[in-house]
């Protein structure tokens, strides 16, 4: 196949001016070689795009391609990870990973929260702080724990983002709405073990991968899964492969996170954090349907090296799940161009 890639890659985002926070989700250029290599490794030919405005600059130009491998986080608003999965959508050119209604709802991580609730899956309590005076009225009791409502990569999380009573919650609310100009998040912080699980495929073909549990070293910042521990992971995180086999609470995460990729109606591959209470029960954090793939740095790929899966084992898992809409958006357009 002839297989274009589609990303923001972090080091121009750099050049442009933007700081390393504005860029955190970003991919780094060693992410876009590694990720060609291995589709060059399965036999492809590839083409590297860029970003939503180079693409949509090709595809004006009338460039297309039998597939896109779609890794672009997008730069505005809270449905900027749907930007590229709709382009293509309008010009029927089948993609890697999920549509644009499940990367638009997955950012805004309250409403996701309502989807899983509503579905059935345990969730912390929560509540969306518009203003800080809305931080006052909160219905369910402390300790609290205080995120963007749309970021990635734990922006916005530090240790101090854990709140024992209401003392301080509406400023630092208010502080985080200024800063990332978006409502904040107001979950029910839970002390027990945090978990992400890996998941491959979609709907009733998707299946765990494996998981892994998060545990913070002594140099880390204290509670939280940050942006600070996330950025200096190698020194911060220990990522320790846990079996359902052994562990319950293992068992019943994989069960949450499974659960939850397909009420959500994610594709491909990609991972649901979880945290557990303090007795053990594991409780859906949010879903990432475009994890990102750094050969070393990145969860899922950490995941696979520690299972003994191989990198370009996954790409080709990846690949092979989105390869199956290939021929019924195929069918579409020639459906399409009869009735034109």
């Known amino acids: 196949m002839n297989i274009g890639l589609t990303y ?3 080091s121009e985002y750099l050049e442009m001016g933007y700081s390393e926070e504005e860029t955190a989700e970003f991919d780094r250029d060693d992410t876009i070689t590694a990720l060609e290599s291995a589709l060059q490794s399965l036999g492809h030919t590839t083409d590297r795009i860029g970003n939503g405005r180079q693409l949509t600059e090709r595809l004006v130009k009338g460039d297309r391609w039998d597939l896109v491998f779609n890794i672009a986080e997008g730069l505005n608003g809270f449905a900027r990870e749907a930007q590229v999965p709709a382009i293509l959508d309008l010009y029927e050119i089948p993609y890697t990973f999920s549509d644009p209604l ?11 929260k309502q989807v ?3 579905y059935g899956c345990p969730t912390p309590d929560f509540a969306i702080v518009n203003h800080p005076t809305d931080a006052k009225i909160i219905s369910f009791d402390p300790p609290f724990f205080i995120k963007p409502v749309a970021e990635g990569t734990g922006k916005g999380i530090t240790e101090h983002s854990i709140f024992h009573d209401h003392s301080g919650l509406s400023e630092a609310c208010g502080d985080l709405i200024d800063r990332y100009q978006q409502p904040v998040l107001v979950e029910k912080y839970l002390s027990g073990r945090e978990f992400t699980v890996g998941i491959l495929g979609t709907g009733q073909d998707a ?12 140099n880390a910042e204290k509670g939280v899964y940050s942006y600070v521990n996330k950025e200096n992971c190698e020194a911060c995180v220990q990522y320790l492969l846990v079996s359902p086999e052994e562990d319950a609470s293992v068992l019943e995460a994989e069960s949450v996170a499974l659960e939850a990729w397909r009420a959500l109606g994610c594709r491909d591959g990609g991972r649901v954090d979880l945290r557990c209470d303090e007795n ?7 879903v990432n ?3 990102g793939l750094h050969p070393h740095h990145s969860d899922l790929p950490i ?3 520690q299972l003994g899966v191989p990198y370009l084992q996954l790409i080709h898992q990846i690949l092979s799940s989105a390869a ?3 021929e019924t958006v195929t069918n579409t357009a020639s459906k399409t161009k009869k009735c034109v």
């Open 116 to 118: 899983i609730k509503d």
């Open 102 to 112: 499940v990367m638009s709802l997955s950012m805004h991580k309250a409403l996701t």
């Open 324 to 326: 199956m809409r290939i």
């Open 207 to 218: 299946r765990v991968l494996g998981t892994l549990e998060v545990i913070l070293l002594e």
């Open 8 to 10: 923001d890659l972090r």
């Open 280 to 286: 053990g029960i594991p409780h859906f954090l949010e």
């Open 289 to 291: 349907p475009l994890a």
């Open 303 to 305: 995941l696979c090296n």
